[in-house]
């Protein structure tokens, strides 16, 4: 069933190529877009982690914290983005539930974001490449967070599908958009009082640094990508929490995208005139 809903999604973008030029080579170029942002990624982690393992780890976890806060947050504001496996069309099929969550998932990868973000995630593991342990941990790390990223993104959108198609909440959401635009200003301005508003300290910047990914690695965000730091740190008990803290919230995504799914199979919204 997995296999089937890849090959769906495999043809359903292939048939988008047929249907304008413009779509082929905006595809090729993102793609070839894509590759180079990865490729430069893991140059620069591989090469960090070489010289200043610590740092590399904390910049992973903040940077891998956004990554999967961004998976989560962003289709709540791109309506009706990348629609090709819309739950609702396969009502009809008579699909067991398990199956349809693990094909959509593992369809939910076949995309452009979702192949960087997966090549990201699986190339930052390298950066501990002179410690094996701390690859490996990193590497499995790397696949809890590339599920949290897809699971907690179908969560998101499938529990508040309801909100999504009103046009109340499109223009609420508009107006949240422009908040983060708002606080920048006073984000930076607590960033300069912070690094003393004079030239720019490389030990204070890390140390901020630091204690940010400190924090970062104890959320359901940043903890897969603490594994790797925390094993080559030899801090075993604490690799274990991350580990823990990711799988449980990985669950209970998967239990949310499970019950709202139902709900929406069962009770589908119907357009008025």
Known sequence: MVA?????????????????????????????????VVGMLVVGMVFLGTEDAALAGSITILAGALAVLGWWVIPLFAFGVDATLDPQRFVLFGIPQRRLLAGLAVAGVVSIPGIVTALAALGAS???????????AALVGAVVAVALCVVGSRATT????????????????????????????????????????????????????TRLADVAA?????????LGAAVHDGAWGLALARLVVARATL??????????LAGALGSPAAAGG
């Not at 249907?19 to 793609?31: A, N, P």
């Not at 104890?218 to 603490?226: E, I, Q, S």
């Open 126 to 136: 390298f950066a501990w490449w002179r410690t094996p342990l701390a690859v490996l």
């Open 4 to 36: 089937q809903f890849v090959r769906l999604k495999l043809t359903l973008m292939g048939n988008a190529f047929r249907r304008s030029v413009w779509q082929t080579i905006g595809f090729v170029v993102g793609v070839l877009y894509g590759l180079f």
């Open 251 to 260: 669950a209970v995504a998967w239990v949310v995208w499970g019950k709202a």
């Open 218 to 226: 104890w959320t359901p965000f940043g903890a897969p990508w603490g």
């Open 158 to 209: 499938t529990a508040l599908a309801p909100l999504l198609e009103s046009r109340r909440y499109r223009e609420v959401v508009t107006i949240a958009a422009f908040v983060p635009l708002v606080l920048i200003g006073p984000a930076f301005a607590w960033l300069g009082s912070q690094l003393g508003g004079g030239p720019v300290d490389g030990d204070a910047v890390r140390g901020m640094v």
